[in-house]
């Protein structure tokens, strides 16, 4: 596990001391930029790991970061053309890393969602455009922003909703870029306003909505359905109109489902949709169920802009 992810993941146990806010129908958030929740009547309460792990894969995906580590920089992914593997067509991608001194040695770390972070073979570097390339760059290389045979690249296996984190880590642990990509999005536009849904631990047992181009600074309903219940958490823009919230689509008596979300917009309604399953060996609750619907709001590690 990188430095930056033991260092989140420490901030969000130090985080759980302070009391969770707890909504009823009309969920009233008294601290702004937090990750909202829900969960589904007669589920047990997600454990603190749990909802840590959904906080940074929440802040990883909101590009907004403030540490030592970072400076500021994010991954970008551009698409190249389309790899055919025996799991079927996938695109494969160029990545940049605008701004990533060039006098370090990197590797490429990957995050999915229930494992523990990944990193690959060999060494990474970039040139003066940011782009990541197999070998030191030559002086001809230095401002290229494609080089064939000397680029760095990914072609990730995935399905529908399904997100890869991807982190750029120098090796001598003084510099981690991150970035997210969703292949395949699962996604909904309405009147300028989209919403989409990423898988968050396997077979969906939680997963993260990402609304944009909604009023800036406003409270927006969400309306959950899963297999005849519902639920309503309320999602936070930022100034940008943006905001990223969690669900989980689980319901008891049930081990596979729909879920729908609904973002209730003044001017736009859009919707998606996910199936779901229970996890083949998920370990029983630990907690007793509510009785009815919560929604619930998790502290950022920094504030949210």
Same mark, same amino acid.
């Not at 551009?78 to 370090?104: C, L």
């Not at 849904?197 to 944009?212: H, M, T």
């Not at 973002?263 to 998606?272: F, N, Q, R, T, Y």
């Given at each position: 596990?990188?430095?930056?992810?033991?260092?989140?993941?420490?901030?969000?146990?130090?985080?759980?001391?302070?009391?969770?806010?707890?909504?009823?129908?009309?969920?009233?958030?008294?601290?702004?930029?937090?990750?909202? *929740?829900?969960?589904?009547?007669?589920?047990?309460?997600?454990?603190?790991?749990?909802?840590?792990?959904?906080?940074?894969?929440?802040?990883?995906?909101?590009?907004?970061?403030?540490?030592? *580590?970072?400076?500021?920089?994010?991954?970008?992914?551009?698409? @190249?053309?389309?790899?055919? &593997?025996?799991?079927?067509?996938?695109?494969?991608?160029?990545?940049?890393?605008?701004? $990533?001194?060039? +006098?370090?040695?990197?590797?490429?770390?990957?995050?999915?969602?229930?494992?523990?972070?990944?990193?690959?073979?060999?060494?990474?570097?970039? +040139?003066? /455009?940011?782009?990541?390339?197999?070998?030191?760059?030559?002086?001809?290389?230095?401002?290229?922003?494609?080089?064939?045979?000397?680029?760095?690249?990914?072609?990730?296996? $995935?399905?529908?909703?399904?997100?890869?984190?991807?982190?750029?880590?120098?090796?001598?642990?003084?510099?981690?870029?991150?970035?997210?990509?969703?292949?395949?999005?699962?996604?909904?536009?309405?009147?300028?306003?989209?919403?989409?849904?990423?898988?968050?631990?396997?077979? $969906?047992?939680?997963?993260?909505?990402?609304?944009?181009?909604?009023?800036?600074?406003? /409270?927006?309903?969400? @309306?959950?359905?899963?297999?005849?219940?519902?639920?309503?958490?309320?999602?936070?823009?930022?100034?940008?109109?943006?905001?990223?919230?969690?669900?989980?689509?689980?319901?008891?008596?049930?081990?596979?489902?729909?879920?729908?979300?609904?973002?209730?917009?003044?001017?736009?309604?859009?919707?998606?949709?996910?199936?779901?399953?229970?996890?083949?060996?998920?370990?029983?609750?630990?907690?007793?169920?509510? &009785?009815?619907? &919560?929604?619930?709001?998790?502290?950022?590690?920094?504030?949210?802009?």
């Amino acid at each position: 596990m990188s430095p930056l992810h033991r260092f989140l993941l420490a901030a969000v146990i130090v985080s759980f001391s302070f009391p969770l806010v707890a909504y009823a129908k009309a969920p009233k958030q008294q601290e702004r930029g937090g990750l909202a *929740y829900a969960t589904f009547p007669g589920q047990p309460a997600p454990t603190k790991d749990l909802l840590g792990d959904l906080l940074v894969q929440a802040r990883w995906d909101d590009e907004i970061w403030a540490t030592s *580590y970072s400076r500021g920089l994010k991954l970008r992914f551009v698409k @190249v053309d389309s790899q055919t &593997t025996p799991q079927g067509a996938f695109t494969r991608y160029r990545v940049i890393a605008e701004g $990533a001194p060039e +006098n370090k040695v990197y590797e490429w770390r990957v995050w999915r969602p229930g494992q523990e972070i990944q990193s690959e073979p060999g060494d990474i570097y970039v +040139n003066g /455009r940011g782009l990541l390339m197999t070998h030191r760059p030559r002086p001809e290389e230095e401002l290229s922003a494609q080089i064939p045979g000397g680029e760095f690249y990914i072609t990730p296996e $995935a399905g529908p909703a399904d997100p890869f984190r991807y982190e750029l880590h120098s090796r001598d642990s003084q510099l981690v870029v991150v970035g997210s990509l969703v292949p395949q999005p699962v996604t909904a536009e309405d009147h300028g306003c989209t919403l989409e849904v990423r898988i968050a631990r396997p077979n $969906a047992g939680a997963v993260l909505f990402v609304a944009n181009g909604l009023p800036a600074d406003s /409270r927006i309903p969400l @309306v959950l359905e899963s297999e005849g219940q519902n639920a309503t958490l309320t999602m936070e823009t930022d100034n940008g109109g943006r905001s990223i919230v969690a669900g989980f689509p689980y319901v008891s008596g049930k081990t596979q489902g729909i879920l729908k979300a609904t973002a209730e917009g003044p001017d736009c309604l859009p919707a998606v949709t996910l199936p779901w399953k229970v996890e083949a060996k998920a370990p029983p609750p630990t907690t007793p169920p509510p &009785t009815s619907s &919560t929604a619930k709001k998790i502290p950022w590690i920094w504030p949210h802009k």
